[in-house]
């Protein structure tokens, strides 16, 4: 069957992709099923629009269906060519001018903070206490907190786990009775077209101070939905659209996400 084409919303439609897509290296045996599925559920119609009109409905609950960590790639090149999505790339940070920080009530050594750059500390760490900054005391509860590393209260992380579950873990901090989840991001990526970003350098010329600019390999990245880069080990998070609209729909507070990166092609 020849591919179906058609814009919408500014970009095009081939329903032959969807028909090869368990042939392009996903590794999805579900994927092949379904373009098969939908290739015979096509000959019902006649027109191009019935079948586009078909295709996108039957695509977009594929989609749906596969909105857990195994199905990510599938799903996200679902969504990319039916709905024209753009890929965004958010850097994740804290609102710490409206809602509280919290910092560890234990004096640490400088050490400590190092420890954040990627590498698991699940066999070293221990439930911490923490104390919101004294200056903080009239900003309001987030779901999320100031820190070194993203923190997260039970229902943002009840939200959030589901997309992020393969590249954290999770370090267990006490606010007074709460119990806090800080969120050790441990997948590392080399993901940033050199070429095409902007940044600026240490004296030696090859260690990055910090990006004016950033862009990434889409198909390295289009993978994760939370990510380090290897030039900024430690301080610096990167989260996917997917995420970011899971802050959104769930009305989660304390969150900053400034957009850093938007691919449409």
């Known amino acids: 069957m020849a591919g179906v084409t058609a814009n919408q919303t500014g970009k095009k439609i081939d329903v032959n992709f969807f028909l090869q897509l368990g042939e392009i290296g996903l590794g999805l045996a579900a994927t092949a099923s379904f373009g098969k599925t939908l290739a015979s559920d096509l000959e019902k119609y006649t027109t191009l629009n019935e ?6 409905n039957a695509i977009k609950k594929e989609a749906n269906r596969l909105a857990d960590d195994k199905g990510r790639t599938v799903r996200w090149n679902l969504l990319i060519i039916v709905e024209g999505r753009a890929m965004k790339v958010y850097m994740l940070g804290f609102d710490v001018n409206s809602y509280k920080s919290i910092r560890l009530c234990d004096n640490v050594d400088a050490d400590f903070y190092q420890m954040f750059d990627g590498r698991s500390l699940k066999d070293v760490w221990k439930n911490s206490k923490v104390e919101v900054y004294e200056e903080d005391k009239g900003l309001l509860f987030g779901d999320a907190f100031g820190f070194n590393i993203p923190v997260l209260n ?5 939200v959030l786990y589901p997309l992020i579950k393969n590249d954290v873990e999770l370090l267990p901090l006490s606010l007074n009775d709460d119990l806090l989840h800080g969120i050790n991001v441990t997948t590392v990526l080399d993901a940033i077209d ?8 240490f004296r030696d010329g090859k260690r990055i101070m910090y990006f004016k600019k950033y862009f990434f390999k889409v198909d390295i990245i289009n993978d994760y939905n939370i990510f380090k880069i290897k030039d900024l080990r430690r301080g610096y998070v ?9 802050v959104i729909d769930n009305n989660l507070r304390g969150f900053k996400l400034e957009q850093v990166f938007e691919n449409e092609d």
């Open 51 to 56: 079948k586009l009109e078909y295709a996108t």
């Open 154 to 158: 039970k229902k943002a992380l009840n």
């Open 194 to 201: 050199y070429d095409l970003s902007e940044y600026l350098t």
């Open 238 to 246: 990167f989260v996917s659209d997917s995420f970011y609209q899971s």
